[in-house]
T-cell receptor, first 113, second 113 residues
Framework: GAGVSQSPSNKVTEKGKDVELRCDPI?????LYWYRQSLGQGLEFLIY????????KSGLPSDRFSAERTGGSVSTLTIQRTQQEDSAVYLC???????????FGEGSRLTVL | GEDVEQSLFLSVREGDSSVINCTYT??????LYWYKQEPGAGLQLLTY?????DMKQDQRLTVLLNKKDKHLSLRIADTQTGDSAIYFC?????????????FGQGTTLQVKP
């Protein structure tokens, strides 16, 4: 597609359940990023992937969070044993090369009850 | 640690100039960015400035950088109702430009007709 595509756009889950969020970046973009946007917290970096290099996971808040990027394209962010504080909008972005010129998707809004 | 601060709200009349201010703490940041987020949408890159520049102009947008004071501003000339959005200032994390950005909390710009 023309832009970064994320699914689901909305997800409501119960505390303790696992969730998977998907990101389909712009074709040809080598770098893919996950950010989290919470009320009162702004945007925080979670993880990025660049080509075949090891991902930079320095922003993942706990070991319940993990992400993978298969075939250098689609990425999945997994949150295990969700907690209420995980409620946020999870934004995926991609860029042609590793840079701050990011193209963002519309986000996946996660609500943990 | 690194931090980016913005005022939360700005209201202007249509046709006036808007000035959105931002302060940052990491003096090694090489790039500083302005992103725009319209309701229900992902972030969109508006413009950026390299740290060795004082000013950058792009149509109605003017970015001013005071590196000594670590102060960045975005001026929007002839503000229109379509400019109503949340504006985020962001700095690159350290001297490398990896797309791992530190964002401010965003300034909501309200443009009154």
């Amino acid at each position: 597609g023309a832009g970064v595509s994320q699914s689901p756009s909305n997800k409501v889950t119960e505390k303790g359940k696992d969730v998977e969020l998907r990101c389909d970046p712009i074709s040809g973009h080598t770098a893919l990023y996950w950010y989290r946007q919470s009320l009162g917290q702004g945007l925080e970096f979670l993880i990025y992937f660049q080509g075949n290099s090891a991902p930079d996971k320095s922003g993942l808040p706990s070991d319940r969070f993990s992400a993978e990027r298969t075939g250098g394209s689609v990425s999945t962010l997994t949150i295990q044993r969700t907690q209420q504080e995980d409620s946020a909008v999870y934004l995926c972005a991609s860029s042609l090369v590793l840079s701050g010129e990011l193209f963002f998707g519309e986000g996946s809004r996660l609500t943990v009850l | 640690g690194e931090d980016v601060e913005q005022s939360l709200f700005l209201s202007v009349r249509e046709g006036d100039s808007s000035v959105i201010n931002c302060t940052y703490t990491d003096s090694s940041s090489t790039y500083l960015y302005w992103y725009k987020q319209e309701p229900g949408a992902g972030l969109q890159l508006l413009t950026y400035i390299f740290s060795n520049m004082d000013m950058k102009q792009d149509q109605r947008l003017t970015v001013l950088l005071n590196k000594k004071d670590k102060h960045l501003s975005l001026r929007i000339a002839d503000t229109q109702t379509g400019d109503s959005a949340i504006y985020f200032c962001a700095e690159s994390n350290g001297s490398s430009n990896t797309g791992k950005l530190i964002f401010g909390q965003g300034t909501t710009l309200q443009v009154k007709p």
